[in-house]
């Protein structure tokens, strides 16, 4: 996966890691920052998803679609698909261009609106990645958990950078019997997450 990845993919993964980088340093509004999750965290998801059960892939957060591209590459080496939710318009539209540009729009479902007004279609989850405002975490644990496949992974970010506004989720999830969770340090802190 890693070593064969399209020309267009890692041109639009390096311009959005320059975007990302100038946001951190400049006063970018916060509507249009990215806080994208860093190479590093991108690559662990794409080995994460690869592992999968048989399912529906979901993303909740999408941003500029930066971690989409690299579980895009999972959904081209398993010959699956990925749903992306993006609630904020300025951040689709990106989006969408990115998956335009970096050639993945036939793998790639760009759904705008808020997540949660869509998880009660989803009932045969394989893997969701769950990166969003850390106010929806909880409602969205809540709604995938339940819907999981057995052996089917929730991964949610920011488990360490954020664990103060995201701690009733995190207990929530480490005392879930439902599933076998940790936390990984890996880039801002990754929260894992197994169906039984």
Known sequence: MF???PKPILDRMAYLERLDAQDRTDNTPRLRRLRQIPPETGKFLALLASNAPEGDWIEIGTSAGYSTLWLALA???????????????????????TFKLAGVDDVVELIRGDARHYL???????????????EVYLDCYEAIVPNLVRGGLLIADNAINHETAL???LD????????????????????????W
């Open 3 to 5: 070593y064969q990845i």
């Open 120 to 134: 009660s279609c989803y009932s045969n989850v394989a893997f969701c990645f769950l990166d969003a405002e850390k």
């Open 167 to 169: 701690r009733p989720m």
């Open 172 to 195: 929530r999830a480490l005392q879930d019997e439902r599933v076998d969770a940790l936390i990984v340090p890996i880039g801002k802190g990754e929260l894992v997450c197994r169906r």
């Open 75 to 97: 959904c081209r080496a398993m010959g699956r698909k990925i749903t992306t939710f993006e609630v904020l318009e300025v951040k689709a539209n990106l989006a969408s261009e």
